[in-house]
């Protein structure tokens, strides 16, 4: 870039380049620590040449593929703002269903204060958003990946949402415990998905156990009924094309009322099941 580009030369350059225009003005408002509106309405300032070098260089980390939340640093969730790094997968809107399904089930779980556990947690994502909407729950969540842990536990400090966290393979910390409601983003993308290599920049735990993409999904469900109350549900996300899988899987683990629920663009995406109900005592 030349120099002394006004904000709106600068917008235009990185959009001739390929940038998508709303990644354009996140990028730039993250350099200038304003907002779009501000960004806008002075267009005509000129950028010190600090700016414009930081900008530069986080458009053409853009360009080859990391993730816009990588490169703020940050990234909305369920109404949260979480801390991102490439330690974690970036939280995607399609999740969301997975908490909203989730929060139903707090609704109508008979437990006062409801013990929750997310399984595969990465930034933290799904427990914040579950103990933020629902405060009385007491929320454990466990991930394999240490970096990933310190994110989710700055997370939970920093939005003051307490979570007990663990490190842990799956179930494997928690033997013995009992849960009301247990949920999973679990990494399901098959090795060999050509979607893949577009994921590059995020940690490959976090998105594939390799072979099918079902060992993680697997071992989250073969191990949930010794681990749930009567009554307690769970609930998996997953690709849009293994909801009958999990199905399956749910059922052959005794698991009932299994149902699978749509992300926002009508693909199969969670995958849930009840343990069955204590049967009341013949009095
Ligand atoms: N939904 C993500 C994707 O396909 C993957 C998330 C995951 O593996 N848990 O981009």
């Not at 490439?86 to 779980?109: F, H, I, K, S, Y």
């Not at 013995?176 to 060999?192: K, M, Q, R, W």
Request: charged content about 20%; overall charge negative.
């Amino acid at each position: 870039m030349s120099a002394d580009l006004t904000i709106a030369q600068a917008l235009r350059q990185a959009l001739q380049a390929g940038l998508d225009r709303v990644d354009a003005h996140l990028l730039l408002g993250h350099v200038l620590q304003r907002d779009r509106s501000w960004l806008i309405a002075h267009d005509n300032e000129t950028l010190s040449p600090a700016d414009q070098t930081r900008f530069v260089g986080l458009v053409h980390r853009r360009l080859t593929g990391e993730p816009v939340a990588y490169l703020l640093g940050e990234r909305e969730f369920h109404g949260l703002t979480l801390q991102v790094s490439p330690a974690v997968l970036v939280p995607r809107p399609d999740t969301e269903t997975l908490v909203e399904w989730a929060l139903e089930c707090l609704g109508a779980c008979p437990a006062p204060q409801p013990r929750v556990i997310d399984l595969g947690t990465g930034s933290g994502a799904i427990a914040l958003a579950l103990r933020h909407r629902w405060p009385t729950a007491k929320v454990t969540a466990l991930d394999a990946s240490p970096p990933a842990l310190a994110v989710a536990a700055a997370n939970a400090q920093r939005l003051g949402l307490p979570l007990r966290l663990l490190h842990s393979d799956w179930w494997q910390a928690v033997a013995g415990e009992t849960f009301d409601l247990a949920v999973s983003n679990p990494p399901y993308i098959a090795g060999d998905d050509p979607h893949l290599p577009t994921l590059r920049h995020e940690p490959r735990q976090a998105l594939t156990p390799e072979g099918d993409g079902l060992d993680a999904i697997r071992a989250v469900v073969s191990a949930a009924p010794a681990h749930l109350a009567p009554g307690a549900w769970l609930l998996v996300e997953h690709g849009w094309d293994q909801a009958q899988a999990v199905q399956a899987l749910l059922r052959q683990a005794g698991f009932q009322s299994v149902q699978t629920r749509q992300d926002l663009a009508g693909r199969d995406r969670c995958t849930g099941g009840q343990c069955a109900p204590q049967i009341a005592r013949q009095p």
